[in-house]
């Protein structure tokens, strides 16, 4: 009994459901093929960009051109009078869709998904060959026209087709349901929504539009019904507004979601024509110049990150998972802010950000400059409307933005006339105005926004004036000025425009997991600097309350063709790298953020320490520890204690230890983290030498470990007798001074960091090793580019070229020749990472000597080891 009753509730079910909408991924079997290599096919699963590689290998000069990727989806008879949609969630950046060879239509915009109506396109009971051509070559009408991250090229995000009963909600417009909340307090939300309806039918359809909303634990909070007689292919209009009493609000604390479920019942046969559903929140938020942030009337600052979609190995076809996984750690980092930059991105992370409680700004990618053209703003508009529609219910999402930087490159144009230049000012304040207006139309209840460098072109042009909020990206203590010169710029700014809300959109600099020191500075790499910058920034804001928040740049290590940091084509700004591991600074902001108890201490990338060692036989480690705990107890090897109390999340310990392996031990408050880390000593590293080699940064203060050979080549030092180092020459400096080292890709080696550093001019470098055979490594590389050095990408800053020069030099070992008239840049080139090992014995130490022929002679690296 029990058991048919049952049968008959299912078929009350599925019969209810017959006929919904299929939605079904078309990611699978697409065959590949680019102009670049019209002989190559090949068969991908999407997401898929044809730049994952050479965006890395060739630098700037990754393929920026046409691709096609072509399929065949078979169409039954039981579709024929079904409608058909193909939607693609992204594809950079213009894409032509063409079934069985027509053209269907054109997207233009890398960043914001679109839906193709297929319907009158297809052949039914046949293959139909589907081609969608993407070209993500410059193109001076769509932005972005220039930028600091990788175009890569592709169907990089999921692609549908949809197939829907004649009568259905449209497709076309964005979400599909559009809800708001126009009037909202902690007792009642008004919520609006509405869709739009398509009937397909030669005749008029009656139907009842179902709704149901569910409260953020599955209860039914509303239902209502709607009747609609349906006339032609018209789009029909379907409103409802209803109260919910006590909703609960949507906050990062409780990221509580409502859903809509929306049907369209036949009237007469009483089935389900078609259904959708989307999540949505009730919260409220402004913003004020003097105390910041509000949400649901409480005061927040907003902390976290910016974000590229782009992963290692990847580019930009990412699952949805890593999506996932990167919220859950921006999330986990105890950020209740993201800044989506420079675009906006894969569906899955805006639901992420709904689920996980993270306020969005999200923005279109107007980034550097623009085009005086009615097509570029056309093209601006557009995507805009699409970044609104697409996104319009997610809770998360309380800011639009539409700029970045926009006056960046106008100042260095040196070809361009004043009159000129006031008429480019000009536009972009146009732009920035109908981009603002139609933001304000599409959604009156969020945020605008805009971020800026630190140029005051942007005030006297009165373009930061149009939006609600001004974002500074803010790079003191790195392209030029000192990091302790934030806080006095934002005050100026703020005593300037005090009814002007202002965060900090981007703010950090580069650093890599394999450069490590305790004497940072900018432009090392280092991930000191990175914590000591962090650190400072994090303090200047955290001093003046009117600071809406900030958004460090930039949550991980992201691609950028033709910049050159440590690691060429990375911009090495993340607080993680590339491929996800979690710098040092990452493990600060949990210290700074998390509400729970917290310890950390740095050196996951530093295991050993080599110190000096001092008259008492100790050396000093330098260790930071992160903690939001008021006392630290510190326990080194069981037995030492000693107690700290961090200052704004953090203790810089200077550990005396002596040689040998330690285990250091932080408890707080329930939290304990141990770290074990080696000490050496400098002065005893020579006597190792036949088991473990010297491996010497020359012209460094920082280590650097191989992540090839896990080998650490330490930080250089000035010889002194019965020692090691260099006895003269300079640390080798660019022409502006302020990067030591050069800046350039260092061909033939990934280690790029160990070349980029050296001193030049030197004569002798020595160690005092006892009698023996000895392999001596050199590395080498003429930094001297033919059209000199600049830094790839400066935020402008300064252009200097230096001249080319020519260097040749003899290398000797205590007198005797081992490379004569050694010419680097004339035998392997500018910037190439030369390596020249050799065997000598030796009765008296090891003096490598450098003979000058021409120009200054230049060392990157030494690694001497005993063989014999
Ligand atoms: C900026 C840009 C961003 C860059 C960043 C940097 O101001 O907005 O796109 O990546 O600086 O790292 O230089």
């Given at each position: 009994m029990?058991?048919k009753?049952?049968?008959i509730?299912?078929?009350l079910?599925l019969?209810?459901?017959?006929g919904q ?8 079997g ?5 102009s670049?290599?019209?002989?190559e096919?090949?068969v991908?699963n999407?997401?898929?960009?044809w730049?994952?590689e050479?965006a890395?290998?060739k630098?700037g ?9 072509q399929?065949?989806?078979?169409v ?5 009078d079904?409608?058909?949609y ?5 594809v950079?950046q213009?894409a032509?869709?063409?079934l069985?060879?027509k053209?269907?239509g ?13 319907s009158?396109?297809v052949t ?10 993407c070209d993500?070559?410059y193109?001076?009408?769509?932005p972005?026209l220039?930028?600091d991250f ?6 990089y995000r ?11 909600f ?7 349901l ?5 009037e909202?307090?902690?007792n009642?939300?008004?919520?609006h929504l509405?869709?739009?309806v398509?009937?397909?039918?030669p005749?008029q359809?009656?139907v009842?539009a ?6 953020p634990?599955n209860?039914?909070?509303?239902s209502?019904?709607k009747?609609?007689?349906?006339a032609?292919?018209?789009v029909n ?7 919910v ?8 604390e ?10 369209l ?5 009483q089935?389900?024509l078609?259904?959708?559903s989307e999540d949505?929140?009730?919260r409220w938020?402004?913003?004020d ?10 005061a927040?600052?907003?902390m976290g990150?910016?974000?590229h979609?782009?992963?290692a190995?990847l580019?930009?076809?990412?699952p ?5 996984t ?10 209740n ?5 420079h675009y ?5 992370v805006?639901?992420w950000?709904d ?6 700004w999200?923005?279109i990618p107007?980034?550097n400059?623009?085009t005086?053209?009615p097509?570029?703003f056309?093209n601006?508009l557009q995507?805009?409307?699409?970044n ?13 933005g539409y700029?970045?930087?926009?006056f960046?490159?106008l ?6 006339t004043?009159?000129?230049k ?7 304040v146009e732009l ?5 207006q139609?933001t ?7 945020l ?7 140029s005051?072109?942007?005030?006297t042009?009165?373009?930061a004036?149009?939006p ?6 803010l790079y003191?203590?790195w ?9 006095e ?11 002007r809300?202002?965060?900090i959109?981007?703010?950090g600099?580069?650093?890599d997991i ?5 004497n940072?500075?900018?432009?090392d790499?280092?991930?000191?600097y990175?914590?000591?910058?962090h650190?400072s920034y ?8 009117y600071?809406?928040?900030m ?6 290590d ?5 910049r ?13 790298t ?10 600060y902001?949990?210290?700074r953020?998390?509400q729970?108890?917290f310890?950390y201490?740095?050196?996951?990338h ?6 000096k060692?001092d008259?008492t036989?100790?050396g000093?480690?330098?260790l930071?520890l992160?903690?939001?705990?008021e006392?630290?107890?510190l326990?080194?090897?069981g ?13 810089r310990?200077?550990?005396?230890l002596?040689?040998?392996?330690h ?6 408050d329930?939290e304990?983290?141990s ?9 005893n590293?020579?006597?190792g ?6 491996a ?8 650097f ?19 090691w180092?260099y006895?003269?020459g300079e640390?080798?400096?660019k ?8 800046d ?16 030049e001019g030197?004569?002798n470098?020595?160690f005092d090793?006892?009698?023996?055979v000895?392999?001596?490594s050199l590395?080498?590389t003429?930094?001297n ?8 990408y ?8 230096s ?7 003899n ?15 004339g ?6 990472g ?11 130490g090891?003096n ?13 690296a030494?690694r ?5």
């Amino acid at each position: 009994m029990k058991s048919k009753f049952f049968l008959i509730c299912l078929i009350l079910v599925l019969g209810k459901s017959y006929g919904q909408r299929i939605i079904r991924t078309e990611n699978s079997g697409w065959t590949f093929t680019s102009s670049l290599n019209a002989e190559e096919r090949k068969v991908v699963n999407l997401p898929h960009t044809w730049n994952a590689e050479d965006a890395i290998t060739k630098g700037g000069d990754y393929y920026r051109g046409v691709a096609t990727y072509q399929k065949n989806i078979f169409v039954g008879e039981e579709w024929k009078d079904k409608r058909l949609y193909l939607k693609f969630e992204g594809v950079n950046q213009v894409a032509s869709l063409f079934l069985n060879d027509k053209l269907v239509g054109k997207h233009i915009g890398g960043y914001t998904g679109f839906v193709f109506d297929i319907s009158d396109f297809v052949t039914i009971g046949s293959n139909n060959h589907i081609r969608l051509e993407c070209d993500n070559s410059y193109n001076a009408d769509v932005p972005p026209l220039s930028a600091d991250f990788t175009f890569y090229g592709g169907a990089y995000r999921d692609v549908y087709l949809v197939v829907t009963n004649p009568v259905h909600f449209s497709l076309e417009d964005g979400a599909g349901l559009l809800i708001r909340t126009p009037e909202l307090s902690e007792n009642n939300a008004k919520v609006h929504l509405t869709s739009n309806v398509k009937n397909y039918l030669p005749k008029q359809a009656n139907v009842m539009a179902d709704l149901t909303i569910f409260s953020p634990d599955n209860k039914i909070a509303y239902s209502g019904s709607k009747s609609l007689n349906l006339a032609g292919t018209d789009v029909n209009k379907v409103d409802f507004e209803f109260n919910v009493d006590n909703p609960d609000l949507w906050s990062p604390e409780s990221p509580n979601l409502y859903r809509a479920e929306l049907k369209l019942i036949d009237m007469g046969t009483q089935d389900t024509l078609d259904a959708v559903s989307e999540d949505f929140g009730c919260r409220w938020f402004s913003v004020d110049p003097e105390k910041g942030f509000f949400l649901n009337g409480k005061a927040y600052r907003l902390m976290g990150v910016s974000r590229h979609q782009d992963y290692a190995g990847l580019g930009n076809a990412l699952p949805n998972k890593i999506h996932e996984t990167d919220l859950k750690m921006i999330k986990d980092m105890g950020s209740n802010f993201i800044r989506l930059a420079h675009y906006p991105q894969d569906p899955a992370v805006y639901e992420w950000c709904d689920k996980l409680g993270i306020i969005v700004w999200s923005e279109i990618p107007i980034v550097n400059q623009i085009t005086e053209s009615p097509s570029f703003f056309e093209n601006c508009l557009q995507m805009q409307k699409e970044n609104v529609l697409q996104n319009i219910n997610h809770p998360s999402v309380m800011m639009w933005g539409y700029m970045n930087e926009v006056f960046l490159r106008l100042p260095f144009n040196r070809q361009t006339t004043q009159q000129e230049k006031d008429k480019y000012v000009e536009a972009a304040v146009e732009l920035a105005r109908q981009l603002n207006q139609e933001t304000k139309d599409l959604d009156p209840s969020r945020l605008t926004v805009m971020a800026l460098h630190q140029s005051q072109l942007y005030n006297t042009s009165g373009i930061a004036d149009i939006p609600d909020i001004i974002g500074w990206n803010l790079y003191m203590g790195w392209y030029g000025g000192k990091m302790e010169q934030l806080g006095e710029f934002l005050d100026k700014e703020h005593r300037e425009h005090p009814k002007r809300p202002v965060l900090i959109s981007e703010y950090g600099p580069g650093a890599d997991i394999r450069i490590q020191t305790d004497n940072p500075y900018a432009w090392d790499y280092s991930e000191a600097y990175q914590i000591d910058m962090h650190a400072s920034y994090v303090d200047q804001v955290f001093e003046r309350p009117y600071v809406v928040g900030m958004a460090a740049w930039n949550f991980a290590d992201f691609g950028s063709a033709s910049r050159v940091d440590a690691i060429p084509a990375i911009n090495q700004k993340g607080l993680l790298t590339f491929d996800r591991i979690p710098k040092d600074i990452y493990y600060y902001y949990q210290s700074r953020l998390l509400q729970k108890p917290f310890v950390y201490l740095s050196g996951e990338h530093r295991q050993t320490y080599y110190c000096k060692e001092d008259s008492t036989g100790m050396g000093t480690v330098n260790l930071y520890l992160f903690s939001n705990c008021e006392n630290v107890h510190l326990v080194i090897d069981g037995k030492d204690e000693f107690t700290t109390v961090p200052e704004n999340g953090v203790s810089r310990l200077k550990l005396q230890l002596d040689e040998g392996t330690h285990t250091v031990t932080a408890s707080a408050d329930g939290e304990s983290f141990s770290r074990q880390l080696d000490v050496k000593f400098r002065s005893n590293l020579l006597n190792g030498i036949d088991i473990e080699p010297l491996a010497v940064n020359v012209g460094s203060l920082c280590d650097f470990t191989s992540d090839i050979t896990n080998e650490t080549w330490i930080a250089d030092q000035p010889y002194t007798a019965g020692g090691w180092g260099y006895v003269d020459g300079e640390v080798y400096q660019k022409s502006r001074g302020r990067v030591q080292g050069t800046d350039q890709d260092i061909k033939g080696t990934s280690e790029d960091p160990l070349y980029q550093t050296m001193r030049e001019g030197l004569t002798n470098y020595r160690f005092d090793v006892k009698p023996g055979v000895y392999r001596i490594s050199l590395l080498m590389t003429d930094p001297n580019g033919a059209s000199g050095e600049r830094l790839v990408y400066d935020l402008g800053q300064n252009q200097n070229m230096s001249k080319s020069s020519q260097r040749r030099f003899n290398i000797l070992v205590n007198g005797k020749p081992v490379s004569n008239k050694l010419d680097l840049a004339g035998t392997y080139g500018y910037n190439y990472g030369v390596n020249l090992d050799f065997v000598v014995e030796t009765r008296d130490g090891i003096n490598i000597q450098f003979e000058s022929i021409e120009g200054k002679p230049v060392l990157s690296a030494i690694r001497i080891k005993k063989e014999s």
